[in-house]
T-cell receptor
Framework: EAQVTQNPRYLITVTGKKLTVTCSQN?????MSWYRQDPGLGLRQIYY???????DKGDVPEGYKVSRKEKRNFPLILESPSPNQTSLYFC?????????FGPGTRLTVT | AQSVAQPEDQVNVAEGNPLTVKCTYS??????LFWYVQYPNRGLQFLLK??????LVKGSYGFEAEFNKSQTSFHLKKPSALVSDSALYFC????????????FGKGTMLLVSP
């Protein structure tokens, strides 16, 4: 079954404590991306990756890092989380015509 | 830069009545257009897409959307709404030049009353 998995699904953390949200896909897609969803703002792209070792900024990259060492994995790293990064995060993996979304990670930073 | 507008924050409709959720877009060249649905505490589910061909696109759960190039619109429709259709709906666009960014609208909450 085609799938995008994210972990953890829920995370409560404190300001400044580094965290990583993992994302993995089993469709051999080259293109992957991260979005955050906030009420009234829709989904905004944080970072994307065209292939292994190729990443680029999306619309809201500040405070985030990513890496793409393997085709299937695209982790999102928050080096020093702040309360304004409290949000719902989605990883996506794309074929040429469609994006497949993970189940989401709800992050709360206190 | 590409953009999507969903002019209604919320659409209210009675069960059994037809529903329309509006979407207009702006993109360089020809677009790929998508609708996604998000149920409470769930991820995004793909509903339908327009790539090329027939302007009327049929998707999951009885939904359809009509691509109108002159009006740059891609409204989502369903002939007879169900209470279970109540959810948050997102329209999205990308251009056809390779793997470009998918840009989302802000979402429209659909509430179907019994």
């Amino acid at each position: 079954e085609a799938q995008v998995t994210q972990n953890p699904r829920y995370l409560i953390t404190v300001t400044g404590k580094k965290l990583t949200v993992t994302c993995s896909q089993n469709m051999n897609h080259e293109y992957m991306s991260w979005y955050r969803q906030d009420p009234g703002l829709g989904l905004r792209q944080i970072y994307y990756s065209m292939n292994v070792e190729v990443t680029d900024k999306g619309d809201v990259p500040e405070g985030y890092k990513v890496s793409r060492k393997e085709k299937r994995n695209f982790p999102l790293i928050l080096e020093s989380p702040s309360p304004n990064q409290t949000s719902l995060y989605f990883c996506a993996s794309s074929s040429f015509y469609e994006q497949y979304f993970g189940p989401g990670t709800r992050l709360t930073v206190t | 830069a590409q953009s999507v507008a969903q002019p209604e924050d919320q659409v209210n409709v009675a069960e059994g009545n037809p529903l329309t959720v509006k979407c207009t877009y702006s993109v360089s060249g020809n677009p790929y257009l998508f609708w996604y649905v998000q149920y409470p505490n769930r991820g995004l589910q793909f509903l339908l897409k327009y790539i090329t061909g027939d302007n009327l696109v049929k998707g999951s759960y009885g939904f359809e959307a009509e691509f109108n190039k002159s009006q740059t619109s891609f409204h989502l429709k369903k002939p007879s709404a169900l209470v279970s259709d109540s959810a948050l709906y997102f329209c999205a666009v990308r251009d056809k030049s390779g793997y470009s960014t998918l840009t989302f609208g802000k979402g429209t909450m659909l509430l179907v009353s019994p």
